[in-house]
């Protein structure tokens, strides 16, 4: 069975950092782009940051440009997405999908696999 997990969430104040994991099992994630999305309360679903499979090609919405930095590591089939300078705006809930493609792309249509989702929530 194909599955993502993510990790590393919670609360943190503005300021602070969090990472993220995103743990596949059942296959391994070399050859799948990663997005991550996020979804806020009362917002669509939107994209935050992906990464293709050979890790040389990375995206990142406007919002979180300088701040967030998406990394994969291939032995531990697991994609990362470290979160700095965080904001109440960053509050959401957080998703990892997985996309068969070599390159990765911030929509969320083409992403065959999704984990569960994680809260983050960014406050005082």
């Known amino acids: 069975q194909l599955q993502l997990v993510e990790s590393g969430g919670g609360l943190v104040q503005p300021g602070g950092s969090l990472r993220l994991s995103c743990a596949a099992s059942g296959f391994t994630l070399d050859t799948y782009a990663i997005g991550w999305f996020r979804q806020a309360p009362g917002k669509e679903r939107e994209g935050v940051s992906c990464i293709s499979p050979s890790g040389g090609s990375t995206a990142y919405a406007d919002s979180v440009k300088g701040r967030f930095t998406v990394s994969r590591d291939g032995a531990k089939n697991t994609v990362y997405l470290q979160m700095n300078s965080l904001i109440p705006e960053d509050t959401a809930i957080y998703y990892c999908?997985?996309?068969?493609?070599?390159?990765?792309?911030?929509?969320?249509?083409?992403?065959?696999?999704w984990g569960q989702g994680i809260q983050v929530t960014v406050s005082s």
């Open positions: 999908a997985a996309l068969r493609f070599r390159l990765c792309v911030l929509k969320e249509s083409p992403y065959a696999y």
